[in-house]
């Protein structure tokens, strides 16, 4: 495990891209799943002004990780929730061909795991982190460690799943997909990011704790070459060094 | 996770030794971590055969994965058990270099990571599995999944202790070292054999059950790369495809 | 570079056979190139033995690496002379999926290349030496080493052709198409078979004289994990050690 | 191959750090090649800025390619003008220890190749071209591609000596050493960089035309991980796609 503290959010997320630059930078087809969400925004803004228009990052294809489809309340469906983020973040700003555009969805989430493996694997994985410690829609106590993929059935069980559909505006979903423990293992390099304070105790709970599906993202201490890039407030109360 | 079942303890020994070969035959330094125990014991005079005093392997290094020392009842250590197993199974009759035999002890466990570390990290690490599903000398609740490496202290807390105190025949050990899962899960290619129907109960829900510190062995449902070799009889109650 | 010169054709053709399983029985997509020709004959027994009809190995894909359409005199096209003997040596036998099977040909030679990086690039690749130090179809004089595929006209400038013409039967082929020295090089293994007095010369004229597009097997010298096989005989007059 | 030509000196030589910090911030040893001379001066001055002091990339390992010792008339040698270099351009400044830094010299040539080598490989060699042609201290004509390391005698045979030897101030060399083909082929990334209208010339030769020893920087067609990063002028003449 390799532990970066940058001084803030800015340097975090330029080095953050420069570590993806370096991975694209090969001279083969690099394989590189992405998150959404709040924390890689300002990341993607660094990486949109390097990828855009630029052919010599044509062997790069890219990989999202989960998905909830979402519904009007007459049942119709509405493009799934982490798609329409990556597009806004990044796939669009950088004109990212489809056809390297490569989104898990309710139709395909029992194939893809199989679909990276016949692509030769994940080179990059960019994850973030919950202050529940969920990694991926991995969520606490919904999925186990033991499989590829995960179809999470969206039910009030959940103590976050109320909470959850009330954001969705009057919409709803009944599932979430996402890949789970063992394939965010098989990536070749995991970096996970996080920022602010409000990261800083399940960043150390998750680093330094036990292993444990409670907190999902405690998996990642199994990963074999992981790198954790945060600012200076969510990495503030890791005592880790970086041997092991 | 691959799962080759094979029709007997024979065919199941060579096709491991075929494997290690595989790998060994490549022209780059090639680092092997290897078991000791009753299971690899048909492979290592397969492996013996087809390595000794062949110039064409020596860009092979060996390791350890653990040891218990052993002491008289007068506090004078015998060497280690594992060492001394492994030197009778295969160094010695395979007349393999002092240079390239690096083995885990009470002196050397801490750095003993970061060693293979500077190496190049393991290309391969042979593993069985004990019937109380320990790996390695991770035995059930004696040790977690989070470090590279483990000093045990043999206490009566532990079940087992007793019996294996008593097989020592009047000396005693303090204490075991082992690779963590941490370590366990950084090899490139992970290879876990199994034969004999007493293993068939503990192999099925160390591969298809919870991943559980309880079942150390459960942890490598999460390598990214691991092949499970068996005879017919251990690998009797698998019903896992190989897919994932 | 390691070189293995095992003490007859038999031994060399099983050790060459342990080495593609072991890449094969990693738990990931592997994909192998394979040779056609006398020198594989009999290891192709033992792999067929291997892998026919072992739902464990349906993880890797197999690719050839150059091919001589063959015409009838009224230009009707007979089966690329390599598939057929592919096919018979190994494909037909160990019954391989079509879905894993893929062949160079005069239809997708342009886009072959691609197609293996799009795959994740080959692990492992298996060449014979011709006596004339061809390497795939990469005949003397007739390519060079700065492109990944080539298709050479087949005319009487090359000494070669009118024997090779003769050779059909009556029939003939205007093309020879084949991997180059580009895509041989990016191979992940590479693996030389040689066996028989009469390439003694000339294997240790490729691998131990200057790199040379004279000689095009030559070029192996700069690969770097090579594996050379031999028995008894075509190895005879190698000086090399396996430094390097 | 892939290939970025940066709109100037200033972007060329950030691109390339990022792509050494992607590598060098993976969580296991990494090892860099590295070259001295007039190109990368302002790549190491965002490199020393990344690196300096910086505990978390202490995993990487740094490494020369070539030396050239220097004695005064009297005979008494000076310190290596690469190492010299290198030591002002990247080590001094970046206060990197000296247990990570690997110098080739005239002393340890012969096994440099094989310390490299036990060391895992390197991950990433960074080189520059010269406007000969040159490569590494492979000068036109006076290595081959066949070995790893070469020491090359500087006679006055070589057209260049001469004013090499003049630009020494009173003193002289005997010898130059550097790795060779096969080493620099061996590197898992090769990068390669190169600025100003000078250079534009003999990249297009080196990249586009024919693989010869006279051109020795021709060789790199032949890696299967090429990098080449270039302003606007050295990479003025490339017609090149980034196919193969």
């Given amino acids: 495990m390799k532990i970066i503290i940058e001084k803030d959010y800015e340097a975090m997320s330029q080095h953050t891209c420069h570590i993806l630059l370096g991975h694209m930078s090969q001279a083969k087809r690099v394989n590189v799943c992405l998150t959404a969400g709040r924390t890689p925004k300002r990341m993607y803004d660094f990486l949109v ?27 119709v469906r509405i493009k799934g929730d ?31 795991p199989q679909e990276i493996e016949l692509a030769g694997g994940l080179d990059l994985m960019l994850v973030g ?27 009030d069980e959940f103590p976050w799943n109320a ?39 399940i960043l150390k709970q998750a680093l330094e704790g036990p292993i444990s599906e409670a ?10 070459n992981l790198t954790v890039i945060t600012d200076d407030k969510a990495g503030a109360k890791l005592t880790l060094t970086n041997l092991g």
Wanted: aromatic share 12%; charged share 20%.
């Fill in 215 to 224: 907190i999902p993202a405690s998996m990642i201490q199994l990963h074999p």
């Fill in 129 to 155: 982190i919950g202050e529940d410690g969920h990694i991926c829609a991995n969520m606490p106590e919904s999925t186990q460690f033991n499989q590829l993929v995960y179809a999470i059935k969206l039910t």
């Fill in 82 to 112: 982490n798609q329409s983020q990556l597009e806004a973040l990044f796939f669009k700003p950088a004109n990212i061909a489809q056809s390297h555009s490569h989104f898990l969805s309710e139709t395909n989430y029992e194939t893809f």
């Fill in 49 to 75: 002004e390097s990828v855009k228009d630029k052919s010599y990052y044509r062997n790069v294809h890219y990989y999202s990780f989960d998905e909830t489809p979402v519904f009007t309340p007459e049942g």
């Fill in 163 to 201: 909470e959850y559909q009330k954001s969705l505006n009057g919409n709803y979903s009944d599932y979430m997909y996402t890949l789970g423990a063992k394939s965010i293992l098989k990536a070749k390099h995991l970096i996970m990011i996080a920022n602010g304070e409000e990261k800083a105790d």
